[in-house]
């Protein structure tokens, strides 16, 4: 049977592609593909797709931000005639050859009803929140800078894309996490606002940082040269108080990244923002690293037991989170690496780090071990817990006369 794949929503809505029997077709927006897109949120090679008789299958190919089929995430599958495939912006339609132009039938239309793509939500409103720009872009949505209506005040809104929400017990998850973080403060992480859902949109609003994440931070540093050893104690001290508050409430943060910590321009304090929304989406790409939503540049500050099935996750997972941010900053490169996901994954679990000193030669040897023994593969051989690293960090700046601000 002869198939089209009918794109209704994107930035190539109305463009068909045609499928012969047993073909397979790459769609993604590289030159490689077959099926080629000018969504920017697509991956190059992002999903193959082929048929053989009645047996359509398709496969995601490790893609950036996953492919959806009638709003669950895939990664190889069979999929149905009319199934609704949703990639980056893009929504498409699998139909057989000449059934017409789906793109105007009133099925199609509902499909689409109220559904924006997130780019498009500048200037509405969710909850008590007009959205101005966006300000950053994850995996899992956008965070846009936000007005607060009600209150008066500024405010950064992270709005979740709408497929990792898609079912009741993907939302109760949602809220659960949400509430469970709402009466959580400190000065160390940024504060959640509220939380909500508008129409297939749900949202979490949080205060409003004015700096950099330390990725950005890595980044420019990586160019101009790396950051001063003190300055990266700082940024330990103040993440392992963000930490230290999370383990008093028995809530493990799970995704310690340069991208998940912010450093404010005033004062350059550190603090840990998207506390909980690891679990909020778990059974969604927070569930499995080898899930293809998960973005590679993250696998490298993962703790080796994060990137097995069925291994405990705890604090010292976090722990090491930390321990690889601050290897980062030091040297200008996250611990490991590797030209693959396989690979990466492979040093991740049994790749020994050089020592920061082969990068850096002024960093304090006292420091340096601290930060390895958080690098340790086995959990039992890091530090515990974030207070046993902050008295640590403490004896530290005691020796070299630095003050840790608390």
Same mark, same amino acid.
């Given at each position: 049977m002869d198939l089209q794949l009918t794109i209704f929503a994107g930035p190539d809505a109305g463009r068909v592609c045609d499928i012969g029997d047993g073909q397979t077709v790459i769609v993604g927006r590289g030159d490689k593909s077959d099926f080629r897109l000018a969504d920017p949120s697509v991956s190059r090679i992002h999903f193959e797709l082929g048929n053989r008789d009645e047996e359509y299958v398709i496969s995601d190919r490790g893609s950036s931000s996953g492919t959806f089929v009638d709003g669950k995430q895939i990664m190889t599958g069979t999929i149905n005639l009319d199934s609704v495939i949703q990639i980056g912006d893009t929504?498409?339609?699998?139909?057989?050859?000449n059934k017409g132009d789906y793109t105007n039938s009133p099925v199609n239309q509902a499909d689409v009803e109220g559904v924006k793509p997130l780019k498009k939500l500048i200037?509405? +409103?969710?909850?008590?929140?007009?959205?101005?720009?966006?300000?950053?872009?994850? !995996? !899992?949505?956008?965070?846009?800078? &936000? %007005?607060d209506a009600e209150k008066n005040r500024i405010a950064a809104v992270k709005v979740l894309t709408p497929q990792f929400t898609a079912n009741?017990?993907?939302? +109760?998850?949602? *809220?659960? &996490? @949400?509430?469970? @973080?709402?009466?959580?403060?400190?000065? #160390?992480? *940024?504060?959640?606002?509220?939380?909500?859902? !508008?129409?297939?949109?749900?949202?979490?609003? @949080?205060?409003?940082?004015?700096?950099?994440?330390?990725?950005?931070?890595?980044? %420019?540093?990586?160019?101009?040269g790396m950051l001063d050893w003190k300055k990266v104690w700082q940024i330990a001290v103040d993440v392992a108080r963000a930490l230290n508050k999370g383990y008093e409430n028995k809530i493990i943060h799970r995704n310690v990244t340069p991208a998940n910590i912010l450093? #404010?321009?005033?004062?350059? &304090?550190? =603090?840990?923002?998207?506390? @909980? =929304? &690891?679990?909020?989406?778990?059974?969604? =790409?927070?569930?499995? *690293?080898?899930?293809?939503?998960?973005?590679?540049g993250d696998i490298p500050y993962m703790a080796p037991e994060r990137t097995r099935a069925n291994m405990e996750v705890d604090t010292r997972s976090d722990l090491y989170g930390l321990g690889a941010t601050c290897y980062a900053l030091l040297t200008g490169r996250p611990p490991v690496s590797g030209d693959s996901l396989v690979e990466t994954l492979s040093n991740v679990r049994d790749e020994t780090p050089r020592a920061p000193k082969s990068y850096q030669l002024a960093i304090n040897d006292l420091f340096e071990g601290?930060?390895? +023994?958080?690098?340790?593969?086995? /959990?039992? !051989?890091?530090? +515990?817990? /974030?207070?046993?690293?902050?008295k640590e960090l403490v004896r530290i700046g005691r020796y070299q006369s630095l003050d840790p601000g608390f």
């Open positions: 929504r498409i339609r699998l139909n057989k050859k200037g509405t +409103q969710l909850g008590p929140y007009e959205l101005l720009e966006i300000i950053g872009k994850g !995996n !899992n949505g956008l965070v846009f800078k &936000a %007005r009741d017990e993907q939302r +109760q998850r949602f *809220v659960r &996490a @949400m509430r469970t @973080m709402l009466p959580i403060k400190d000065p #160390r992480i *940024v504060d959640l606002y509220n939380a909500g859902k !508008n129409g297939p949109y749900c949202w979490a609003a @949080m205060e409003y940082i004015d700096g950099e994440n330390l990725s950005e931070l890595i980044e %420019r540093t990586g160019i101009e450093r #404010r321009h005033s004062d350059k &304090a550190c =603090l840990l923002g998207d506390f @909980m =929304l &690891a679990k909020a989406l778990e059974g969604t =790409l927070a569930q499995q *690293v080898t899930q293809p939503g998960q973005l590679l601290i930060v390895m +023994q958080l690098l340790e593969k086995n /959990p039992d !051989n890091r530090l +515990q817990t /974030p207070s046993d690293l902050i």
